[in-house]
């Protein structure tokens, strides 16, 4: 994987980060904005990564092939024919998901159902209007909603009438440390210009360990 992109400091000069630099050109980029840069950077970054963690396809420039394009391959893996998703059929569907669990990893402590934001939503919309959010007392109510003793998990990056359920122990993201960087160089002393590059550059991939233990539902 490789970014790099350029930013201009001056567009940052009304934020906190930006006002501790010297205004103009030439300007000193101090360490504490750099990392801001970097993080705000790596946030868009990861949200890619995210994608490309359940959507992704390897035949696609800066992807990496993601769960459902291997789930979908894999014929030990349990399908679950799909329908597209509303708030009106979300607790069926998920009801089909459970059902098609393996004995064996059902009631594993790590099962997740994992469903992508769209039918998160649904499934939110549906807790709601049978009144179980009076049931909770804080701003979490729904971060942890839990379906017939499986929880749900909020996966962004899953496709929107797609869902797969495993355990988190049978499923993994990669990257090799050894090759990884991230650079960040101020263009002020290369030519005078407010610019700043910002370069990564990392392995990434994803898999896991026991496809029949898998169920994958679109």
Same mark, same amino acid.
């Given at each position: 994987? =490789?970014?790099?992109?350029?930013?201009?400091?001056? =567009?940052?000069?009304?934020?906190?980060?930006?006002?501790?630099? +010297?205004?103009?050109?030439?300007?000193?980029?101090? +360490?504490? *904005?750099?990392?801001?840069?970097?993080?705000?950077?790596?946030?868009?970054?990861?949200?890619?990564?995210?994608?490309?963690?359940?959507?992704?396809?390897?035949?696609?420039?800066?992807?990496?092939?993601? *769960?459902?394009?291997?789930?979908?391959?894999?014929?030990?893996?349990?399908?679950?024919?799909?329908?597209?998703?509303?708030?009106?059929?979300?607790?069926?569907?998920?009801?089909?998901?459970?059902?098609?669990?393996?004995?064996?990893?059902?009631?594993?402590?790590?099962?997740?159902?994992?469903?992508?934001?769209?039918?998160?939503?649904?499934?939110?919309?549906?807790?709601?209007?049978?009144?179980?959010?009076?049931?909770?007392?804080?701003? =979490?109510?729904? &971060?942890?909603?839990?379906?017939?003793?499986?929880?749900?998990?909020?996966?962004?990056?899953?496709?929107?009438?797609?869902?797969?359920?495993?355990?988190?122990?049978?499923?993994?993201?990669?990257? =090799?440390?050894?090759? &990884?960087?991230?650079?960040?160089?101020?263009?002020?002393?290369?030519?005078?210009?407010?610019?700043?590059?910002?370069? %990564?550059?990392?392995?990434?991939?994803?898999?896991?360990?026991?496809?029949?233990? %898998?169920?994958?539902?679109?």
């Amino acid at each position: 994987m =490789d970014v790099n992109i350029q930013i201009c400091k001056e =567009d940052f000069l009304a934020t906190w980060e930006g006002e501790q630099m +010297t205004a103009g050109l030439n300007g000193t980029l101090p +360490t504490s *904005f750099g990392d801001y840069l970097i993080s705000q950077t790596a946030a868009r970054v990861a949200a890619e990564i995210e994608t490309s963690i359940w959507q992704g396809d390897a035949g696609n420039n800066g992807e990496f092939d993601g *769960f459902q394009k291997l789930l979908l391959a894999d014929g030990d893996v349990v399908d679950v024919t799909g329908t597209p998703l509303n708030a009106g059929n979300i607790v069926a569907e998920i009801g089909k998901v459970q059902n098609a669990v393996p004995n064996a990893v059902f009631g594993k402590e790590d099962l997740r159902i994992f469903l992508g934001t769209a039918a998160w939503r649904y499934c939110i919309q549906s807790q709601a209007t049978l009144g179980y959010a009076n049931l909770y007392n804080n701003n =979490d109510a729904f &971060s942890n909603l839990v379906f017939n003793g499986i929880t749900l998990a909020h996966a962004p990056g899953l496709g929107a009438n797609a869902m797969v359920a495993g355990q988190i122990s049978n499923m993994f993201f990669g990257t =090799d440390g050894s090759r &990884s960087e991230v650079r960040l160089l101020d263009m002020a002393d290369k030519d005078l210009s407010d610019n700043v590059r910002i370069g %990564m550059r990392f392995t990434a991939g994803i898999g896991y360990a026991f496809g029949s233990d %898998m169920v994958y539902y679109a």
